[in-house]
């Protein structure tokens, strides 16, 4: 049972650059939500993304801009790299449409990539 | 004000000690709540959900008290291999919104 993955593992980029982040969900799971883990700190929810739509978002600025694909995997796209920027990025896929009495609840994260601005 | 505000510890326990810390939190709206792990540099882990009613998972133990507004977590009997950052969650609509940890290290 494949969980879910991410790429690429780490990422050095620039202030001003634009960068792409990839995620693809555990078998079986319809629904993407993205998470900014600076150092120290808890995860930063900044969009989830279902039926290929944001269904809900955080506290981030337009910069920060995602897509889901009709495989249900998913993209995170920041513009205008700040340093501030720098962090673990998560995501974390989930079922949204119940089988079987499956819970929604759980949300199982990826491994993760580490953005680095400079 | 944070939504989520936890002890970041560290909580410095010997192997076999109980050790148990809170976390609180601020939205009344919060529908589900969970707590997770985070392993230094790797992604957080479901550890379990919280029930009001209280629920146990082998060592752990969680509760819930929704009038007060605070997540309790017990380790029982504690392990080497439970040196973690403990992450304390609440969900609301689609969003968790995470506390920023609690450092557990147990020694031999």
């Known amino acids: 049972d494949a969980g879910v993955t991410q790429s690429p593992t780490h990422l050095i980029k620039t202030r001003g650059q634009q960068v792409t982040l990839r995620c693809s969900p555990k078998s079986g799971h319809d629904t993407v939500s993205w998470y900014q883990q600076a150092l120290g700190q808890g995860p930063q929810f900044i969009f989830q993304?279902?039926?290929?739509?944001?269904?809900q978002r955080g506290n981030f600025p337009d910069r920060f801009s995602g897509h889901q694909f009709p495989n249900y995997s998913s993209e995170l796209n920041v513009n205008a790299l700040l340093l501030g920027d720098s962090a673990l990025y998560l995501c974390?896929?989930?079922?949204?449409?119940?089988?079987?009495?499956?819970?929604?609840?759980?949300?199982?994260f990826g491994p993760g990539t580490r953005l680095t601005v400079l | 004000r944070k939504e989520v505000e936890q002890d970041p510890g560290p909580f410095n326990v010997p192997e076999g000690a109980t050790v148990a810390f809170n976390c609180t939190y601020s939205?009344?709206?919060?529908?589900?709540f969970f707590w997770y792990r985070q392993d230094c540099r790797k992604e957080p882990k479901l550890l379990m959900s919280?029930?009001?009613s209280g629920n146990e998972d082998g060592r752990f133990t969680a509760q819930l008290n929704r009038a007060s507004q605070y997540i309790s977590l017990l380790i029982r009997d504690s392990k080497l291999s439970d040196s973690a950052t403990y992450l304390c969650?609440?969900?609301?609509?689609?969003?968790?919104?995470f506390g920023a940890g609690t450092t557990v290290t147990v020694r031999a």
């Open positions: 969650v609440g969900k609301n609509d689609y969003k968790l919104s």
């Open positions: 974390a896929s989930s079922l949204s449409r119940t089988s079987g009495g499956t819970s929604t609840d759980t949300q199982y």
């Open positions: 939205n009344s709206a919060s529908q589900s």
């Open positions: 993304y279902y039926e290929e739509e944001e269904r």
């Open positions: 919280v029930y009001s």
